[in-house]
């Protein structure tokens, strides 16, 4: 079984930030991509942003230019920096690591966006 052990969330005003982490066992972490989701009740979890183990990055376009995923191999972390929030962000945030065994979840970290 992989842990993803996910922190960072709140509660932020409209134009704020905050920055999601994700800790990943090595085993998964340097070799395969991850990523983040999120979702909304009702709706189906979307992608936000992936990193490959080399450090490439793509983005969902509600995520570019406001958004920005990173990895510190030292730690086996990976980061969500987002800026400019807005409302529609909230939701529960979810690290994902997809290896050719199974897709792997974190427990998700809530983030709201409200005045």
């Known amino acids: 079984q992989v842990q993803l052990v996910e922190s960072g969330g709140g509660l932020v005003q409209p134009g704020g930030s905050l920055r999601l982490s994700c800790a990943a066992p090595?085993?998964?972490?340097?070799?395969?991509?991850m990523g983040w989701y999120r979702q909304v009740p009702g709706k189906q979890r979307e992608l936000v942003a992936r990193?490959?183990?080399?450090?490439?990055?793509g983005y969902a376009d509600s995520a570019t230019g406001r958004f920005t995923i990173s990895r510190d191999n030292a730690k086996n972390t990976i980061y969500l920096q987002m800026n400019g929030l807005k409302p529609e962000d909230t939701a529960t945030y979810y690290c994902?690591?997809?290896?050719?065994?199974?897709?792997?979840w974190g427990q998700g970290t809530r983030v709201t966006v409200s005045s």
């Open positions: 990193i490959t183990p080399s450090g490439l990055a």
């Open positions: 090595r085993s998964v972490f340097a070799y395969y991509h």
């Open positions: 994902n690591v997809v290896t050719p065994k199974a897709d792997y």
